[in-house]
């Protein structure tokens, strides 16, 4: 049975809390939230005053930094022309994201990108091949920002039921990571959610929730980076 975390604690990915056994040769990282629903009231009052106004769109992304054994993104990636003239930078680096979704050993993928929420499970995915991933990539880093956060005064403290989990290869979930929305997150527009690491021949599964007040995941990648 799955172990749910609080913030700062750490559990081994491979045998969870009580010694069961689990396949590493496939995790999934799922991520989900729900945008907390505006009270407009009910009824026809209600429906006058916007009770049915049409819910916000919340873009989050999540995103995955692949760590040397000194804490940092050995490889940024590089940049690449689109059919249409623009530049994307970070293409095919240690860095997972909506613009660079498959790292070059394949793997480390994100499955998609979910801009409402809407939905049960997992809004968006992460799927790593710890057992087959290089001997070099010694920490995984996950982070979700808010995309143009700032800019739509959007932020996690408007989230509930935000969570990230990890399910190993046959379905089964190790452990789980639950933030509600609350005062200490308001006009904060990123979370690092968790750290995946190496440690005595096994992975480590670490809850960290620590918000940011930054809508790009690139301010928190410098410190990554220098």
């Not at 505006?38 to 006058?48: A, I, N, T, V, Y």
């Not at 995309?147 to 190790?174: C, P, W």
């Not at 190496?198 to 599964?205: A, V």
Request: with cysteine.
């Amino acid at each position: 049975m799955a172990i749910n975390l609080v913030k700062g604690q750490t559990i081994d990915l491979r045998k969870g809390d009580k010694g069961e056994s689990y396949d590493l040769s496939k995790v999934t990282i799922g991520l989900g939230w729900d945008v907390r629903q505006q009270s407009g009231g009910g009824g026809f009052l209600g429906k006058l005053l916007g009770g049915n106004k049409k819910e916000e769109e919340y873009d989050l992304d999540a995103i995955a930094f692949l760590l040397d054994a000194n804490d940092k993104v050995a490889n940024v990636g590089r940049n690449m022309q689109t059919n249409d003239g623009r530049t994307m930078s970070m293409f095919e680096g240690d860095i997972i994201f909506f613009n660079s979704q498959k790292h070059p050993s394949g793997h480390i993928w994100l499955t998609g990108d979910n801009r409402t929420g809407a939905g049960d499970g997992d809004d968006e995915q992460i799927i790593v091949k710890l057992d087959s991933l290089d001997a070099k990539y010694q920490k995984i880093l996950f982070v979700v920002s808010i995309y143009k956060g700032r800019t739509n005064n959007q932020h996690f403290g408007m989230l509930d039921n935000a969570f990230i989990r990890a399910v190993d290869s046959n379905g089964k979930e190790i452990v789980k990571f639950s933030l509600s929305g609350d005062a200490s997150y308001n006009n904060m527009c990123s979370m690092v959610f968790a750290e995946v690491y190496r440690k005595d021949n096994t992975w480590k599964f670490r809850a960290l929730g620590d918000p940011q007040q930054t809508d790009s995941f690139v301010d928190i990648l410098r410190k990554y980076t220098n």
